[in-house]
């Protein structure tokens, strides 16, 4: 069987459209995996600080909370459905880099967040 150029062009066009259906879905299937971190984490700290004797709601905790509350929307921020205009000039590639780096860019924001909010919830817990 030889392979002709058209070939090989029509399974890169479906396999672009594929890439481009699926795009979504990493970002639902991460979005739900960070919603689940964030908010064990917040459950981790308060039951932790519940447990101490002189349990308090000071700044660092505050603080802590709160960004790993902003770390659940962000992840709440993934999972929600997105419309695409795709039309027949609209540059696959493009679409599909354009997809990913939104999904990079949350998942790095969701990252610091979290790691921000744990960080101060840990400084709250050892005063």
Not at 94 to 114: A, D, G, P, T
């Amino acid at each position: 069987m030889k392979i002709r150029g058209e070939d090989v062009s029509e399974g890169l066009r479906e396999w672009a459209k594929s890439e481009l259906k699926e795009g979504p879905k990493q970002g639902y299937d991460l979005g739900k995996f960070f919603f689940s971190v964030s908010a064990a984490t917040i459950g981790a700290i308060a039951a932790i600080e519940k447990l101490n004797s002189t349990a308090k709601l000071d700044r660092p905790m505050v603080v802590g909370l709160s960004l790993l509350f902003v770390s659940i929307l962000v992840s709440i921020h993934l999972v929600l459905p997105r419309k695409h205009a795709l039309g027949g000039e609209t540059d696959l590639l493009m679409e599909y880099n354009r997809q990913i780096n939104r999904v990079i860019r949350c998942v790095w924001l969701w990252f610091i967040l979290w790691l921000a909010g744990t960080l101060a919830g840990g400084y709250a817990l050892r005063n």
